[in-house]
């Protein structure tokens, strides 16, 4: 499960990040690390860019990267929209390399 | 601000300020420096470089601010700057400018400055807010933890300055290099970096340039720029396998990238400092940012009301810009009849009246225009709107190789491309940056405005605003398309991330807003001073020379055909004819008329004849003056021009005009090269290799995209 497929509202911890090195380090650096709690406070339109709260601070991202970012719990509160698998999106998602 | 000093007597100290960005280190700076600073860029970049200085107590402190970033790696120019700068500077000190309210992220900042073998001093800037937010920092704790002085400031009310200052000197007095602390990242890591610091320090005069520990993290995270160091080095290959080794063996054993298993123990380690310094007391349950952001981020609505403050800023714009600008008009074309008053008839008072005058004054007018659409602009980027509309575009603008942040410059494009291709340095990715450089000036400026309404009032005046607005339209569509097709082809790549802070909504300051104003209109008068005068001297040569005196027969004929269209004119119009007369057999006999007939047939297949392509090329010094050389050429003379229905009559009259050429114009003089200024600006931030594709991109779109208009028009029998 990546953070670009659970709802509005939903908790999460962060488990590992899957994208190219350059955009898996910039979140990294940005906190997005093994761990970190986050939430996601909303959507933008037609697949826009999600805004996350991290800790104290909100960061927006684009759902092809957010979709990089894979979670390990999920603490329910929005409107859920789980099972969005969106494996394989763009093609540069390969683990790693 | 400034004390006397015996300067030197403690040993004047060099203080890099530095952090992320959002953290208020413009506030900090300010309030260190007061107004005693100056603006320069960092050799070879377009990132600004700010420089001040402050004495206390017979010590002096020179400060450079340094650009926002949020981590040493090198992605961005603006890591880059800032690294280079302080491994080649190696300043005394850096203050890193933390907000109190988001501590993690930026002490992850701090703790790679802390590597760098630098003093670091924090100071915990915004400690206000934080504290109104239940958010309770023991900083002498948090200091102790890291081995990093933490001191609360509050930039805006510059509190908080002199403990910085007291810290700065407590350090420097007692700087000694060798208690300091440093990140653990965990014993098997710490034991690879162990032995490529020892490996590293065999090179003695190399580590006195790179810090051994840095070098050895930076290795290990697999930074490019740190393995391009090496080459300096006396066992640089050796160093460089081990350190591959090395991030290899980390890779399989944690299963993760070496780089990232790197940032999560930075944060781990500042987990366990956040927790022993840091008590939140209370959470408030009331945000104004996030009730506002339900309204402007809402998924629906978040785009309508980007499109509702734009087109607000453009109302205000020009309704408050209208006064202003007629009164540089008429100062102006006072300064006009005053010079010609005073100067004898000749080619000196036409180059001062018609050249520099009339040229620098037509492009000065717009400064009040300017000045109001950068007030309101930078009002919106003070309070964070920006980034909410960065949020609302980036997926249209990223279908089409943009990305979100490139909407401030794009927007900026529609009034002035001059400082709407400055505006893009916000954008950190190289190729980003580019694309909407390139793609700015599709964006129809003020300047082509007059052009479009003429003709779009003379051809189609049942449906002249919509024609107007089409241009507009057009416009923004090749602008996408062309940033497209620039992403397919010659700036392929992957694309950048967006990955943004969203800084809460704050009060903007008079002095923050008003010095963003300042900076932008500064950039554009320098522009107007130097560049438009040049080419203004440069067209006004052009269509001057080689002079020419009609002749007795031309002007009879000329008389003889006014008085059989008009009989009876009194001798007042006839004599005003001739000078119009006279006027356009000049331009046509100048340079620029001979040269327009040499390039008639290039522009043969868009249905322009030489006049047009006359007006074309004035239009280089400012895209305004297509209109007054029509004028001209249409010897309706360039007072009435505009106003009069004369030049729209007159074009309606010449037989080569119809609709369809009238349309190829307008979108002609949109699409092709903008004016000298905006190809100076282009030049200045990318070069001349870009300024000539951007040219030849511009040009070759323009015309393919007007001939194959007008042969399609004229096949459908429209011309």
Known sequence: MTIASIGEGDEFIVDSIRLCRETGKRLADMGFTKGARGRIVRRGFLGGPLQVRLGDCDIMIRASEADGVTIEQVIGAGRGRGGRGRAGHRGWLANGR | ?719
């Open chain 2, 1 to 719: 601000m400034r004390d006397d000093t015996s300067a030197g007597a403690k040993g004047d100290l060099r203080i890099a300020l530095a952090g992320n960005p959002n953290a208020g280190k413009t506030t900090i700076f300010n309030a260190l420096t007061g107004a005693h600073h100056k603006v320069g860029n960092y050799p070879g970049v377009t990132v600004e470089k700010r420089e001040g200085s402050r004495s206390r107590n017979g010590r002096r402190y020179d400060i450079t601010d340094l650009p926002g970033i949020y981590s040493l790696t090198a992605y961005s120019i603006d890591e880059v700057v800032t690294r280079d700068f302080l491994l080649d500077h190696r300043p005394d000190i850096i203050v890193d400018v933390m907000d109190s309210t988001n501590l993690s992220r930026h002490l992850y900042l701090c703790l790679q400055f802390q590597e760098l073998g630098i003093p670091v001093i924090g100071a915990l800037n915004m400690s206000d807010e934080a504290a109104a937010k239940g958010i309770r920092i023991d900083e002498k704790a948090l200091g102790e933890v890291l081995g990093i002085p933490m001191i609360k400031t509050v930039g805006p009310k510059g509190s908080g300055m002199d403990d910085l200052l007291d810290a700065i000197d407590r350090t420097a007095d007692t700087m000694n290099g060798k208690t300091r602390k440093e990140v653990h990242y965990g014993a098997e890591i710490e034991e690879k970096l162990a032995a490529l610091e020892a490996a590293v320090s065999a090179d003695a005069a190399f580590i006195a340039k790179f810090p051994a520990r840095w070098l050895a993290v930076k290795l290990l995270e697999k930074d490019e720029h740190a393995f391009e160091k090496l080459a300096g080095h006396v066992d640089g290959a050796m160093i460089a396998a081990r350190a591959k080794e090395a991030s290899a063996w980390i890779d399989g054993h944690f299963g993760k990238d070496a780089e990232i298993v790197m940032s999560e123990q930075r944060y781990g380690y500042i987990r366990g400092a956040v927790k022993e310094a840091i008590t939140i007391e209370k959470k408030p349950d009331f945000s104004l940012t996030e009730a506002i952001d339900k309204v402007v981020m809402n998924r629906f609505l978040a785009l309508p009301i980007f499109v509702g403050v734009l087109w607000s800023v453009f109302q205000i714009t020009f309704a408050l810009g209208e006064y202003p600008m007629a009164w540089f008009e008429s100062l102006f074309a006072w300064l006009g009849e005053a010079a010609t008053t005073i100067m004898p008839d000749g080619f000196l008072r036409s180059l001062v009246v018609d050249g520099i005058i009339g040229g620098v004054g037509g492009v000065f007018s717009f400064v009040p225009l300017i000045v109001i659409l950068f007030f309101l602009l930078s009002l919106l980027e003070d309070i964070g709107y920006m980034s909410r509309a960065a949020f609302a575009t980036d997926k249209i603008l990223h279908t089409f190789g943009l990305h979100g942040q490139s909407v401030f410059p794009m927007m900026l494009g529609f009034g002035c491309s001059v400082p709407a291709i400055m505006a893009a340095r916000t954008l950190k990715s190289p190729r980003d940056r580019i694309v909407t450089i390139l793609v700015i000036p599709f964006m129809s400026c003020g300047a082509k405005l007059p052009v479009h309404v003429l003709l779009a009032a003379a051809f189609f005046p049942n449906n002249a605003g919509n024609m107007v607005m089409l241009i507009y339209a057009i416009g923004v569509l090749l602008a996408l398309g062309s940033a497209w097709l620039l992403k397919k082809t010659v700036l392929r790549g992957e694309a950048t991330p967006f990955v943004m802070e969203l800084p809460p909504y704050r009060a903007p300051t008079v002095r923050g807003v008003l010095w963003h104003v300042w900076e932008k209109t500064w950039h554009y008068i320098q522009k107007a001073g130097t560049i438009i005068l040049a080419s203004s001297v440069l067209i006004w040569a052009v269509t001057t020379f080689p002079s020419y005196e009609p002749t007795d027969s031309e002007l009879a004929s000329a008389e003889a055909t006014f008085l059989a269209g008009s009989p009876g004119a009194t001798d007042d119009e006839v004599a005003a004819r001739l000078e119009t007369v006279t006027a356009e057999l000049a331009l046509a006999n100048s340079a620029a008329g001979t040269f327009g007939r040499f390039i008639e047939p290039v522009f043969r297949p868009l249905g322009f004849d030489w006049k047009l392509g006359v007006a074309t090329v004035t239009g280089f010094a400012a895209k305004e003056v297509v209109v007054s050389t029509l004028g001209v050429l249409y010897s309706v003379g360039t007072e009435e021009s505009e106003e009069s229905e004369g030049l729209r009559e007159a074009l309606r009259n010449d037989p080569n005009w119809t609709p369809l050429l009238a349309f190829v114009m307008m979108l002609f003089t949109l699409v092709i090269p903008p004016c000298f200024a905006a190809l100076a600006a282009i030049k200045a931030e990318l070069g001349w290799k870009w300024l000539g594709f951007a040219f030849a991109f511009m040009l070759g779109l323009g015309w393919a995209l007007g001939a194959a208009i007008y042969q399609i028009g004229s096949l459908a029998g429209l011309a």
